[in-house]
């Protein structure tokens, strides 16, 4: 059997990104069409893709709350709160692989920058100074937000906020975002694309809030790059190619929180088993195959645990659509 190689790690990433990507957009289309029929009147041939909450991790968050507080999950987008658990196992255990490995604007945004360096021939490199600043913007949003849901947000008011027409149809909303775009709305995504083209990872770098709590809880993942530095030639070409702009070759374990295991250190080091992507508590080289597996089996454990469990698919019905659809206009942003 050929062997599992360092490169073919790499690529195994990349394939896992894209059929993510396509099983996302297939999402949306899926929820799209549900959503036009009712809108248009017509009987839905497709059932709702409860995966479509994927796209709530704000609800999420105050469904995670709501769950510690009661001990029950709210069954009207459960799947928001099971598809942020599995993410945040992800990064619990495996560094921030949901981001470099399956996150969609992940994928987008480092294909943005390929683009860009093979259109312009580089990409540019914010002055250190000002990289520096810029990402701390994202712990300030992750700030707002943890400060707004987790701290603030009284325990009484978690179940208001989940049994309301507005969290119903966020998801609704969040179609609308995409298909009903404003001016505003295009602008900034304009902006956000030539800028990903620009500069490598822009959104995910200095913007995500997601990204951010991602990383902090990647602190404690015991999965690290690790240096053996007895064989290391200090050739510096990880430090080259790692898109997080990381000195790995300065590092004996990288701890950075904007590591995202994508391997592409590991996958350039030109010396057998210096860089390895293992278990901090682990000595000798792991076989290259187990963090890809890790990583791809902590997200679809924790899906399916969730389906198995029945908390997967929303108490709402067809229905419950069909009146939420008349009342979004009224539902204030
Ligand atoms: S250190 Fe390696 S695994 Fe981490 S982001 Fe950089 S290239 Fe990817
Ligand atoms: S690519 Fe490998 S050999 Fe070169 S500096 Fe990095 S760890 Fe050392």
Redesign the pocket.
């Known amino acids: 059997m050929a062997e599992f190689s360092k490169k073919s790690a790499s690529t195994f990433r990349i394939i896992v990104q894209w059929c993510f990507l396509f099983w996302v957009v297939g999402i949306g289309v899926r929820f799209a069409l549900f959503i036009h029929a009712l809108e248009t009147g017509a009987a839905p041939l497709v059932s709702r893709p409860p995966g479509v909450e994927g796209f709530l991790p704000i609800g999420a968050l105050v469904s995670l709350k709501y769950w510690l507080f009661s001990g029950s999950i709210h069954p009207v987008h459960p799947a928001a709160l099971i598809i942020f658990l599995s993410i945040l196992l992800m990064s619990l255990l495996a560094k921030k692989s949901f981001c470099s490995w399956l996150c969609p604007v992940g994928t987008l945004s480092e294909w943005a920058h390929k683009l860009g360096r093979s259109w312009f021939g580089w990409n540019f490199r914010i002055w250190r100074w000002l990289d520096f600043f810029l990402r701390g913007i994202k712990y300030f949003l992750l700030f707002f937000f943890v400060k707004l849901i987790l701290v603030d947000m009284p325990a009484e008011a978690l179940g208001g906020f989940l049994d309301a027409p507005y969290w119903a149809a966020s998801d609704i909303k969040m179609l609308h975002f995409f298909t009903r775009m404003s001016v505003t709305t295009m602008v900034v995504l304009v902006s956000m694309t030539l800028l990903s083209l620009l500069f490598k990872n822009f959104w995910c770098r200095y913007l995500c809030p997601y990204g951010a709590l991602l990383g902090l809880v990647s602190f404690v993942s015991p999965f690290k790059i690790r240096?053996n530095k007895t064989g290391?030639?200090?050739?510096?070409?990880?430090?080259a190619v790692c898109p997080s702009q990381i000195a790995?070759?300065t590092c004996t374990t990288v701890s950075s929180p904007e590591c995202t295991g994508c391997l592409t250190?590991t996958a350039?080091?030109?010396?057998k088993d210096?860089?390895t992507m293992q278990p901090v508590f682990w000595k000798r080289p792991l076989p290259v195959w187990i963090y890809p597996t890790v990583v791809v089996l902590i997200f679809f454990a924790g899906v399916g645990a969730g389906m198995a469990n029945g908390y997967w698919f929303s108490s709402l019905s067809s229905a419950d659509y069909e009146r939420l659809i008349s009342l979004v206009p009224y539902l204030s942003h």
């Open positions: 240096r290391c030639t200090g050739c510096q070409r990880c430090t790995v070759h250190c350039n080091c030109p010396e210096v860089l």
